[in-house]
């Protein structure tokens, strides 16, 4: 039997094995506790600070960092959900951080794990070959029979999988999709308020923030307020050392803990050093002023954002054509066309299309209906996986191939209060009573 581990805060996750049990391949659990290393420990001893204000994690701390944050699979590294972490940015309609939105509205699940034994792993996407990718991409792209795969109808040709380099193209995107996701994310989370100020300055406006010196910045200001609340929680004997009830207006979810905040910002700043390659300067303001505010390599335009993000979903779209299951379990689907390409997905993923039918953002409005899409993934996966399977979620031992509601809630299927647990793990049994 598996047990695993998936710790999350609303639709961010990170599934492990429990370090209980044997391990995926040859490789250990990557996590003992949810993190597998000391967060704030490594914070104090391995972020450094330029003359700017602006913080990068110091050199000799990429090997203390690299075999940790290197094998961990693609679809659970922690570094493209920050609206979860900061909804202001959802709130507020600022652009989003995220090229992939695929894990923001349907979390990677120990479906996506168990069902993908050779899943894609952060080696993968930073490993020395990226370089030769470069041609084989560039190529890919200038083929015939590649080429008529980036648009039109969704239908499948697996002849074309070796032809199209399907595996580059998904890792390119990989590669793409976090750099970039990180590079807007470090700006907003690691921005020194005294630059911010200058800035605002530099286009005619007045300060904006009331810096408290160098290095002040939003993730400064939140990690001291997650320490505080934590220490004065302790001192009234709550014992809260998990959660967190309240934290500063305008900020943090409600339940973030000052260890994923900090988890957070250390893997972009590890991803930051990681995509030190990426072509920075194609992608900056062109504002003279920039390299003394210190923010030469931060700065990405928006038009080119948005290239960047159809550069994305082009690799994406020929690899999912050729019948990649990177890709197909990778790809939110697409604004445009969206019909086509669930109708598609429902004939080469039956089950994952019924789980994104049955999200909010991809699904029926009524509850009943995206009800029965859930239902028809639970079956499903019935199936595939051993009923046995266990999951420890947020402090609970949960069976999700056991338990319709157990299903639910891993995968983030937000139902009326009318469809409790009872109602929903007898569901199942009811059906099969009422069939002739």
């Not at 020395?128 to 040709?157: A, F």
Request: with cysteine.
């Amino acid at each position: 039997m598996k047990i695993y581990q998936q710790f999350c805060l609303y639709s961010i996750c990170v599934l492990v094995l429990s370090s209980t049990t044997s391990s995926i391949g040859n490789e250990a659990p990557i996590l003992d506790e949810p993190y597998g290393y000391d967060v704030l420990r490594t914070w104090d001893e391995c972020v450094d600070m330029d003359e700017n204000g602006w913080v990068r994690l110091a050199d000799d701390c990429l090997e203390e960092l690299d075999p940790i944050f290197l094998r961990y699979d693609v679809w659970g590294f922690n570094f493209n959900h920050s609206k979860d972490v900061l909804p202001y940015l959802r709130a507020s309609g600022k652009t989003r951080l995220d090229v992939n939105l695929r894990a923001i509205h349907l979390p990677y699940t120990f479906e996506d794990i168990d069902l993908v034994p050779d899943r894609p792993k952060m080696r993968d996407v930073f490993d020395i070959q990226r370089i030769e990718r470069e041609p084989l991409v560039d190529n890919v792209l200038h083929d015939p029979q590649c080429s008529t795969l980036t648009n039109g109808p969704w239908r499948l040709d697996t002849s074309l999988d070796e032809r199209c380099h399907a595996k580059t193209l998904v890792l390119y995107a990989y590669w793409i999709d976090t750099c970039v996701t990180n590079f807007k994310l470090y700006k907003r989370l690691n921005m020194p308020y005294e630059i911010y100020n200058r800035t605002f300055k530099l286009s005619g406006g007045e300060p904006h923030y009331k810096s408290n010196g160098l290095g002040d910045s939003l993730f400064v200001r939140y990690q001291q307020k997650l320490l505080e609340k934590r220490r004065t929680e302790s001192i009234r004997g709550t014992g809260s050392t998990a959660m967190i009830e309240t934290v500063v207006s305008g900020g943090l979810n409600s339940r973030v803990t000052v260890e994923q905040l900090t988890d957070m910002n250390l893997k972009n700043l590890w991803v930051m050093r990681q995509c030190e390659s990426f072509p920075h300067d194609l992608y900056q303001e062109p504002v003279e002023d920039l390299p003394q505010l210190g923010i030469t390599s931060t700065g990405i335009k928006p038009n080119h954002w948005l290239k960047l993000m159809e550069l994305h979903d082009t690799f994406m779209g020929i690899a999912i054509r050729t019948g990649d299951e990177w890709a197909i379990r990778s790809f939110a689907p697409p604004r445009e066309h969206r019909d086509e390409f669930l109708s598609f997905l429902s004939k080469v993923n039956p089950s994952l299309y019924h789980r994104y039918m049955s999200t909010h953002e991809y699904g029926p409005k009524a509850d009943k209906d995206r009800l029965e899409h859930a239902l028809s993934a639970f079956k499903l996966i019935r199936t595939e996986l051993d009923e046995a399977l266990t999951i420890e979620f947020n402090n609970e031992v949960l069976t999700p191939v056991n338990r319709l509601s157990h299903y639910t809630k891993l995968n983030k299927f937000y139902l009326s209060d009318k469809y409790d647990a009872e109602y929903l793990d007898s569901l199942l049994d009811k059906r099969n009573s009422e069939k002739p």
